[in-house]
Structure formats: C-alpha cells, structure tokens
C-alpha cells in the first residue's frame, strides 16, 4: 500500500539538543511538506520541496532544517534554536504541478523534557 | 495572500441531524478546494476535492458545494453518526503550489 510513514510517533528534546524527524513515501511524488500544528493555529508551513536537491522556506522556517536526497524521503531537523518546539508536526507529498492534491502521515508530536 | 476562515470552530449534534460546515477564501480566484478529516493526535484524510470549474462534489453521506463569486465553500454530512465526530479542515492552493488552510471545524456527534 503506498502511502506517507513518519517516525517517531512521539519524540522528546532536552534544552539545546537538536532533534531530526522521518518523512519517507513510496507515492512516487515529487513534492514534499513539513507542516507544525498548534492547537487553535491550524497548520503552518515549514519547509517544502518540489524536486529533489531543492527546497524552500514556509512560513516558519526559523530554527528548522530540511534537506532532500533522495525523491522519497524529506526529513525535518528542529534545532536548538527552535525555543518553542512543543507541537505536532505533519509530512505531506504531491505530484507536481499546481493544485495537485495533498497527502498527510500520520504525524510526530514532539515535547520538550 | 489567501485567508481561510472556518466558523464555527466547534460544534455539537444529536446523531442523525444533518452537518452543514462552512469555509470562506479571500481570492475567489482558486483552482480547487479540498476538504480533509482529522481525528485526534491523527494526520489528515483526505475526503473531496472539489475543482473550480464545479458547483458540487459527493461522496457517499458527503457533499461539498462551491460558490467562488461569493468566495465559500460548504460540506454537507448527511444523516450523523458518532463516527463522524472529527475535525474537518479546508485548505485551498495559492502561490508556489502552498496551500492555505482554515483552523478547521471540531465536530461532536451525540449518540
């Protein structure tokens, strides 16, 4: 069954440690999306990529890193410098092209110890 | 930028009442619009894509309608159940293929 797997469900981060979270998918799409979700936010967008080797900054990139190797796999680093981390974080892809419709993992919560 | 208001935030049900839940965009201009489903501590299903050249898109018990000229877009749940109870999210695509959503409409079904 294709679909979107990240990991860890559940993730902690002690104060100045940097933190990486899995986004793999076997869709075959080109793009990719790392989103945070806050309660009474909705979602918020970090980074995205539409072609590998490349990617750009959402809407809140700061204290984030991304990088794109490889076509299925888009994985997230929070770093020490991300002050508030606490929330749960959402993997997406989709074929290229405008419009094209998107598809969620299951999500990592990540909590301060 | 596209603004996507979802109102109200949260509401309640007796089971078996029909749902009716409304997404308003800014730019009317938009390419399509796509409903999704959330349960708790859960990533996003997608549940209709409705394509800017439509009035309607159904799905079984679920039917979203959209009025661009008047920048809304309204989901339809016939008949509740319990199993209905969820958040359900609009997002509409804008710019370098973002996609903007609402903060989503918390559903409780009452059996």
């Known amino acids: 069954d294709g679909g979107i797997t990240q990991s860890p469900k559940y993730l902690f981060r002690k104060e100045g440690q940097n933190v990486t979270l899995s986004c793999e998918q076997n869709?075959?799409?080109?793009?990719m999306y790392w989103y945070r979700q806050d309660p009474g936010q909705g979602l918020r967008l970090i980074y995205y990529?539409?072609?590998?080797?490349?990617?750009q900054k959402g809407d809140i990139a700061e204290g984030y890193s991304v990088s794109r190797e490889k076509k299925e796999s888009f994985p997230l680093t929070v770093t020490s410098a991300q002050k508030n981390p606490t929330a749960f974080y959402l993997c997406?892809?989709?074929?290229?092209?405008?419009?094209?419709?998107?598809?969620f993992g299951d999500g990592t919560r990540l909590s301060i110890l | 930028k596209q603004e996507v208001t979802q109102i109200p935030a949260a509401l309640s049900v007796p089971e078996g009442e029909n749902l009716v839940l409304n997404c308003s965009f800014t730019?009317?201009?938009?390419?399509?619009l796509q409903w999704f489903r959330q349960d708790p501590g859960k990533g996003l299903t997608s549940l209709l894509l409705?394509?800017?050249?439509?009035r309607e898109q159904t799905s079984g018990r679920l039917n979203a309608s959209l009025d661009k000229s008047s920048g809304r877009s309204t989901l339809y749940i016939a008949a509740s159940q319990p199993g209905d109870s969820a958040t359900y999210l609009c997002?509409?695509?804008?710019?370098?293929?973002?996609?903007?959503f609402g903060k989503g409409n918390q559903v409780v079904v009452i059996p």
């Open positions: 869709l075959n799409h080109d793009a």
């Open positions: 997406a892809s989709s074929p290229q092209g405008f419009g094209q419709p998107q598809h």
């Open positions: 409705i394509q800017s050249s439509q």
């Open positions: 997002a509409v695509p804008y710019g370098n293929n973002r996609l903007a």
């Open positions: 990529s539409q072609i590998v080797n490349d990617f």
């Open positions: 730019d009317s201009a938009i390419y399509n």
